[in-house]
Structure formats: C-alpha cells, structure tokens
C-alpha cells in the first residue's frame, strides 16, 4: 500500500540489568546512568528527611508571605 522501505532503527534498552552486571564493558554514558539510578533514593530520602524536619518553618514563611500580600493588595505600587 504505501511505498516505503523498512528502515532499521536503534532503539533504546530500558531493561539493561545484564550490561550492568558487567562494569568493564560499559560505556561511559551508561556508568554515569547506573550512579544517578543508584544515587536517586538517596537524594529522595534526604529531601523527605529534610520537609519533614521543616515543613512547619516552611508553611509559616508561605503563610506570612500570603498574608502580606493579603494586606497590601489594595496598594498601588509604580
């Protein structure tokens, strides 16, 4: 029906725990992947660990800042 011709193209592993398995024969782009999917959960744990001990300091600077612009709504600024 239509014209074409079959052109193969690369595609992308998703799944490549066996190339991750052997350290040596990886390339340099796929090392520096493998560190940021291993480093990933770490920084999660940190920022939760972090919200968590700050959240109520966070939410009071959010709400003053609401509530100043609540105040100073009807001002008219240059």
Do not use: D, H, T
Not at 46 to 72: C, D, E, H, K, P
């Amino acid at each position: 029906m239509f014209n074409r011709k079959y052109r193969g193209r690369k595609m992308k592993k998703i799944f490549q725990w066996e190339e991750y398995l052997n350290w040596r024969k990886m390339s340099p782009k796929q090392k520096i992947n493998f560190k940021r999917a291993c480093l990933f959960p770490f920084l999660v744990y940190l920022v939760y660990v972090f919200l968590y001990q700050y959240s109520m300091a966070i939410l009071l600077i959010i709400g003053i800042y609401f509530f100043m612009r609540f105040l100073n709504r009807n001002k008219l600024s240059k």
